[in-house]
């Protein structure tokens, strides 16, 4: 089959997250189109509005020469994002909630700014805006995502791929993230990766090292999961196992005009907010 990027199948770690936990919730996010706008659909909550500005104020220093990236406070850098999800943007439905996910915010990067570790050596930048690659040409199958930081370790001419986490729980053991940015790393740039971690800002002042998968053994756990995306978009057969639940039910709720539009997202997605969602 000829390689042709606009009929592959496109699969990322978000999206494979969402096909596991379900189906339809998975269509609703990546399938489905309003019919109005052409957009994509997507809700938005503090959480991941505090997710966004955290790695958009990191991603902004990445580009930095080492002696550039903390002459500027990581926190004005945040005032300055901040803007992008300021009140119902950001689905916050109180100056209050607001004011105390920023806090949060400040908080993690007051951390980041006292002890930087890594993020003062050198890095690499991926030369793709959104790193891919075809995982099976034969598949018609296209493995995307953005790797938060590359460390590069110039004694081995290796690179570190570093993950920040913002949110309060630790990455399970049977994640498809690393397996998945391990991949990425692999094939869309020269260095081999010598070493991977997770930094959970919330409460640790240096990044926790993970083991590094076994690269045949992720290549096979990934495209299991993404020929069955395949699949159930082929057949039209993308739906909830449990005929509603946590991920797909508030998608529901804004396909059938419940949701409050607040935006449109920079990868062109319509923004809606419930007004009783949870955090």
């Known amino acids: 089959m000829a390689k042709d990027k606009y009929t592959a199948v496109w699969v990322s770690h978000s999206s494979i997250s969402d096909f596991l936990k379900c189906p339809r919730a998975y269509y609703l996010r990546n399938v489905y189109k ?61 100056k209050e909630e607001e004011e105390e996910y920023k806090k949060r915010g400040i908080k993690m990067l007051e951390i980041v700014e006292e002890f930087p570790g890594p993020l003062v050596n050198k890095a690499v930048k991926i030369p793709q805006e959104l790193p891919h690659y075809w995982i099976s040409e034969e598949d018609n199958i296209i493995l995307c995502g953005k790797i938060d930081w590359l460390e590069y370790i110039e004694t081995s001419d290796s690179v570190h791929i570093l993950d920040f986490k913002t949110g309060k729980t630790e990455e399970g053991k ?15 740039q020269n260095r ?70 607040v935006g449109v997202s920079g990868y062109n997605q319509d923004v809606y907010i419930l007004s009783d969602q949870t955090r």
Not at 45 to 55: R, T, W, Y
Not at 78 to 91: A, E
């Open 192 to 261: 081999k990766v010598s070493k991977a971690s997770y930094w959970y800002l919330a409460k640790d002042k240096v990044p926790v090292e993970v083991s590094l998968p076994d690269a045949d053994e992720a290549y096979t756990q990934v495209m299991e999961v993404a020929k069955r995306i395949k699949l159930g978009r082929q057949i039209n057969h993308l739906k909830c196992p449990k005929d509603g639940c946590y991920a797909c039910i508030p998608l529901e709720r804004i396909v059938d005009g419940e949701g409050e539009l």
């Open 34 to 94: 309003d019919p109005k706008t052409g957009h994509k659909i997507t809700q938005m909550k503090p959480a991941l509005a505090l997710g966004q500005v955290v790695h958009d104020v990191i991603d902004e220093i990445s580009t930095l020469s080492v002696d550039e990236r903390l002459s500027i406070s990581l926190v004005k850098r945040l005032d300055t994002h901040w803007d992008k999800v300021k009140g119902k943007l950001g689905g916050f439905m109180s």
């Open 174 to 188: 049977d994640s498809l993230q690393l397996p998945i940015y391990y991949l990425l790393v692999l094939n869309t």
